[in-house]
């Protein structure tokens, strides 16, 4: 198969085990995608062919492009949940990651599966946390210290500092003192084994020997992320899985992890325990998801193995999920898949029989509702498998690639190649021209450079300006947006002491606050997109004038395609915690500390200002700077790639007769010609993932 052939690009030496092959049941879009990649590279081929070394240089970078498009997709969820073990699953190794891991651990782990990376480099990469994030939890007790602290919560605030004093003298003396030299550092190792996860993803018991290098947990305190590099023979393409701790945790640094964690990812796939499937006490992870689009959420409802009627219970689970995300403004209809790691774990293995009695009780019990007619050919580990879950999940995941980055990456791919493809026809028709004794006024390389030069200080400038205007706009929004929600929940406050006094505690929901940002934030995401549309055509406009007037010539369906606006990431953080979001005992005694109506008003309004207010900012300054550099970034590419055709074919309107035939041969341009109808029809036409 053509997904084969990809896969031998991959580094040979990077760890890899024996897989079995319904691993690949639910990857049929994905198999279809790389056969798409390599078609593309097999006319990227051709464009060789045509244009000789420069192209070649070119072609060879787009396609280096596509096989390191690595699709990452996260995985979010309740502490407990499973997330380790079906990721485990996912990969086709049941003991890869410690899936007992203690609540503590805040490691992001990045399993990236078949990547290509270089021969010297590593296979695991540790990072450690940083000495100002390390100081931010052990100093202020995290986000819940910081909120605290804010809010005059002494006795929660003393609870916080005192389970924080004791993580900090037991990891100082685990490390000694390596402690201070190892923030911000970074471990890198060739080859990954066991022991290395142990050592810096599990917690371990305290040590009598600190100087011990290998002893469980030693690093897991101080370790930020974890990078692992893997082959998985199921997989025909580059794929990163981000493994988070679950957000419901003491200190809300794991959910702040998981914010960013989720801003590198398209995809989400939000694990769920059974058990507990959804309620108003996963609110943190609601708060999460709603931000993400709901085409890119999927839910995977773990550990029905341990449930006595899964047949049963499932569609009841089902439902209650679904209204859980209608009543809390979580995504609408997410695709759910209900299923089993550990199910997936057994049928990995070599033997069955290691399946304790009552999860067997409820797979039988979930085969009998689930499985059809086409079941009957199926082995009984490859049966297991399929009740796992796992094949929907792989099909959905693929899907949701196929579709969303995978067919974008593909279309811009293509955009460049047929950028490519015109540049090296406009200079193939110049040194026809030439060939045949035509004269050809060209425009030398110095006034080229200066036209080019100028090209792009313009388009620049259109795009600081059109950019500008949105995001002027956008930060009025967004402000304005904050300080009626301040004032309207002032208002709500003094209304409710109006009417019930001091003594009944009063709430009010921050999802307000929460609906008005996001619907800001996608006005602001179309306009960007508006602008860049219209920066980028008037770019690419003005390099077909430019082609036309540099070189004199007027090809055949020559065109230079602009690239699509960058994709705007989503606003997770306005899934972050707030005051207004707890319903905890320092809550109840910031509110039993408060002495006269005015009291209660200006501490209310400073105390929300004070926490809302790092969310706006993060929308109008972290996120627009993003933004703006992102397109900034594809106006730049876009304008090299194209200054570097154009001198190339400048460069080539100054060589002699000689070296043109030997170059072009005149004999083969009605071969050239027709070679060049044919690349553009294959970059032109409609496929399944979009059009050029």
């Given amino acids: 198969m053509k997904m084969e052939e990809l896969a031998k690009e991959v580094k040979a030496a990077l760890p890899e085990a024996a897989q079995p092959e319904f691993m690949r049941l639910g990857l049929e879009k994905l198999d279809a995608f790389c056969d798409e990649i390599l078609d593309l590279e097999a006319t990227l081929q051709d464009v060789v062919k045509l244009g000789g070394a420069d192209a070649e240089k070119k072609s060879s970078r787009l396609i280096k492009q596509l096989r390191s498009f690595e699709p990452s997709v996260t995985m979010i969820g309740q502490i407990k949940a499973g997330k380790t073990s079906l990721v485990n699953a996912m990969v086709g190794r049941p003991d890869l990651l410690p899936a007992d891991v203690n ?26 946390f940083s000495q100002d994030e390390w100081d931010h939890l052990v100093e202020n007790g995290g986000r819940i210290g910081e909120l605290s602290s804010r ?24 490390l000694g003192r390596k402690f201070e030299l190892l923030l911000g550092q970074k471990h890198n190792y060739a080859e990954l084994n066991d022991d290395l996860m142990q050592r810096y993803v599990c917690m371990g018991d305290d040590f009598e020997d600190p100087d011990e290098e290998d002893q469980q947990g030693r690093f897991a305190d101080i370790t930020k992320s974890a990078d692992l590099y893997l082959n998985t023979k199921a997989l025909p393409m580059p794929i990163c899985i981000r493994d988070t701790p679950g957000v419901n945790d003491t200190f809300m640094m794991r959910e702040q992890i998981t914010i960013n964690a ?23 992870l609601i708060r999460l998801i709603s ?3 709901a085409r890119e959420v999927i839910i995977f409802v773990n550990r029905i193995d341990e449930l006595a009627d899964p047949a049963n219970q499932v569609p009841e ?7 859980t995300l209608a009543d809390n403004n979580g995504p609408e209809n997410p695709q759910i898949i209900f299923g089993s790691a550990y199910w997936a774990n057994i049928a990995l293995s070599p033997e069955l029989d290691q399946i304790v009695s009552d999860s067997a009780d409820a797979l039988y019990n979930w085969a009998e509702s689930t499985l059809s007619a086409e079941a009957a050919n199926m082995g009984t580990h490859e049966l297991v498998w399929h009740l796992s879950g796992m094949p929907q999940l792989y099909a959905a995941l693929s899907e949701r690639i ?11 791919s293509r955009k460049k190649a047929l950028n490519l493809v015109s540049g090296v026809r406009a200079s193939n028709e110049m040194i026809s021209m030439r060939l045949e004794g035509d004269e050809v006024t060209v425009m030398s390389a110095d006034v080229l450079k200066e036209h080019l030069d100028k090209l792009e200080a313009d388009n620049f400038k259109l795009l600081h300006d059109r950019l500008d205007i949105v995001f002027q706009q956008f930060g009025s929004r967004v402000d304005q947006s904050h300080r009626r929600f301040l004032d309207r929940a002032l208002e709500s406050l003094l209304q409710h002491l109006e009417a019930k006094g001091e003594q009944e505690i009063w709430q009010y929901s921050p999802d307000g606050l929460r609906m008005l940002l996001r619907t800001s934030y996608q006005v602001m995401r179309r306009n960007v997109g508006a602008a860049c549309q219209e920066v980028f055509g008037a770019a690419a406009a003005d390099l077909s004038d430019t082609y036309r007037s540099a070189f004199g010539v007027d090809v055949k369906n020559f065109t230079i395609t602009p690239p699509a606006a960058p994709e705007i990431p989503p606003p997770v953080t306005l ?25 209660f008003a200006s501490g209310f309004y400073d105390l929300i200002e004070a926490e809302t207010t790092p969310i706006v900012a993060e929308l109008k300054e972290r996120q627009v700077a993003d933004i703006r550099a992102a397109a900034e970034r594809e106006l730049r590419d876009f304008l090299e790639d194209q200054r570097a055709l154009l001198e190339d074919i400048s460069s080539k309107s100054e060589l002699d007769f000689a070296d043109l035939e030997d170059i072009f041969g005149i004999k083969a341009q009605k071969e050239r010609e027709e070679l060049f109808e044919y690349i553009y029809d294959e970059l032109t036409v409609t496929r399944a993932g979009g059009s050029a």
């Fill in 402 to 412: 196929a579709e969303g980055p995978g067919a974008e990456v593909l279309a811009a």
């Fill in 151 to 174: 809010a005059g919560a002494d006795e929660e605030l003393e609870k916080v500092r005192k389970q924080i004093a004791e993580m900090r003298e037991k990891t100082k003396a685990r």
């Fill in 262 to 284: 989720l801003r590198d990812s398209r995809i989400c796939v939000v694990v769920l325990s059974a058990h507990q499937a959804l309620s108003s006490m996963d609110m943190g």
């Fill in 317 to 323: 689970i089902r439902d209650s999920i679904t209204q």
């Fill in 103 to 128: 609540p503590w651990t805040s490691v992001v782990t990045s399993l990236h599966l078949n990547a290509p990376i270089p021969d010297d480099a590593p296979t695991a990469s540790f990072q450690f």
């Fill in 291 to 293: 931000n993400v689009k």
């Fill in 575 to 599: 899934g972050q915690t707030i005051a207004l979001d707890l319903q905890t005992s320092w809550w109840k005694g910031w509110w039993q500390r408060r002495k006269g109506y005015r009291a």
